[in-house]
């Protein structure tokens, strides 16, 4: 080869070398900060980043609001507040995540305010009961005990304000924080701001109080746990699609940047069922902490309390009519979510998809508890309110009668047997006041 042509190719190798090399060093770097790898876009332009899922739908079956209760409906939301005055504790304005089990999460206490809320402005319970329970559950996280001094542990007594571990023993060091937790906080906070004003300076002493930034690294949502091997503190990115964005507004819509946390198609990935494509975390839990269950809730709660953003809209209406498919095709009544049982292992995940399996249902272990898929009270409840389609008829026809009329609404029923999951929760109550406030008013948050 004589020089001149040497010179050339080395004239074209050279950029060749550096855009390979700016390639994977990107790649590296995105791996190593856990940026998302549709950042890269090695199918697309590599500068860009697709933000939209693509509609399957000019319009959605989206259910009225501003909507006067009917005598049924208020009756549904007086059977729903028994649950949140049997389980109350007036020295800590904390109320019990489970019937008669004195112990909460932050996300089941965000559950018991919003129902609060939801229960005044549907106008079956006074004003003076709002202030009194809004007070004193703000003086209680004000001054109750924080993980390494920060944040919330995960659990609390709710009768001591004591952290304790998720079997209710007392811990003087607490077993870490959740940020999914938090950031759902975080939303009844901005309800608070919005529409409570005369509470504002609780939330801002909390903002004070709380060292929020702590949950956020690299615009993501932080929890830290502690392993149950060696009782290691772990620090983690928690969230996968649907409860990442969900938990995420809370954050954001309070003055934090979580960017990362609220990109819907930075891990999405979609998979047929019945032929539906609906969409799923590619983060498995094989190779990333946490299961990426696809189910009702998160989807649920968005829409009513934050109202449907464009990608949040199409994938919790594929997810409805992915349920509503199955029943057409099997005659099973279907509304799957995350619920409390009646049994152990007490707590499921009964999933869309999870794990590389459909129509599955784990515990929070991961083991597998097929023949504990239950029909969700709160599921049938909150796609009814949502949507206003022959379906999401059918499941409150079906889930309308799930109640004991001095505890409050059941959890839901077994598939398998038929038997009522008789679990009564604070979860549960929760979503059909705010499902039914949310009839009446619109997005509660905003």
């Not at 007086?78 to 489970?98: D, K, L, M």
């Not at 129902?115 to 005044?120: E, G, I």
């Amino acid at each position: 080869m004589n020089k001149k042509n040497h010179k050339s190719y080395t004239f074209l190798i050279k950029p060749l070398v550096f855009i390979i090399a700016l390639l994977i060093g990107s790649y590296m770097v995105l791996k190593i900060e856990k940026c998302k790898p549709s950042d890269l876009g090695f199918y697309q332009n590599i500068f860009q980043r697709e933000t939209v899922i693509q509609p399957t739908t000019a319009e959605y079956p989206l259910r009225e609001t501003g909507h006067q209760l009917t005598e049924e409906e208020i009756a549904y939301a007086q059977i729903a507040w028994r649950y949140f005055e049997n389980n109350y504790y007036p020295a800590t304005g904390f109320v019990n995540s489970v019937d008669n089990y004195y112990s909460t999460t932050i996300w089941d206490l965000a559950s018991a305010l919003h129902a609060t809320l939801s229960a005044f402005e549907i106008g079956i319970i006074e004003r003076e009961t709002v202030d009194e329970r809004i007070k004193t559950a703000f003086n209680s996280l004000l001054n109750m005990p924080l993980y390494d001094g920060k944040l919330p542990n995960k659990v609390y007594n709710v009768q001591t304000l004591d952290m304790t571990t998720y079997d209710n023993r007392p811990t003087f060091t607490g077993v870490g924080w959740s940020s999914m937790d938090i950031g759902r906080f975080l939303g009844f906070c901005f309800r608070i701001l919005n529409f409570y004003p005369e509470y504002t300076e609780y939330v801002k002493q909390l903002q004070r109080t709380w060292d929020l930034e702590e949950a956020i690294e690299n615009a993501t949502l932080i929890g830290i746990g502690l392993s149950f091997k060696d009782g290691v503190e772990k620090r983690v990115q928690e969230g996968k699609l649907g409860y990442e964005e969900y938990c995420g507004k809370g954050f954001q819509v309070m003055g934090y940047d979580v960017l990362n946390a609220m990109q819907y198609t930075d891990f999405v990935r979609f998979i047929t069922i019945n032929g539906i494509e609906i969409a799923a975390d590619s983060r498995e839990v094989r190779y990333h902490p946490s299961y990426n269950y696809v189910l009702s809730d998160p989807y649920i709660l968005d829409g009513i309390e934050y109202g449907f953003d464009i990608n949040s809209r199409e994938l919790a209406y594929r997810i409805f009519k992915v349920q509503k498919r199955r029943y057409q095709n099997t005659g099973q009544f279907t509304a799957v979510g995350e619920s409390h049982i009646d049994q152990n292992p007490w707590f499921i995940y009964n999933s869309v998809y999870v794990n590389g399996k459909i129509w599955h249902c784990v515990s929070e272990s991961g083991e597998v508890a097929n023949d504990l898929k239950t029909f969700s009270t709160a599921a049938a409840f909150g796609w009814y309110y949502l949507f206003d389609d022959n379906y999401s008829d059918l499941l409150m026809e079906k889930a309308q009668t799930l109640y004991h009329p001095n505890l409050g609404w059941y959890s839901g029923v077994y598939e398998e047997t038929g038997k009522i999951n008789t679990a009564v929760t604070s979860n549960v109550n929760a979503l059909i006041l705010q499902a039914l406030s949310y009839r009446m008013n619109g997005k509660l948050n905003s």
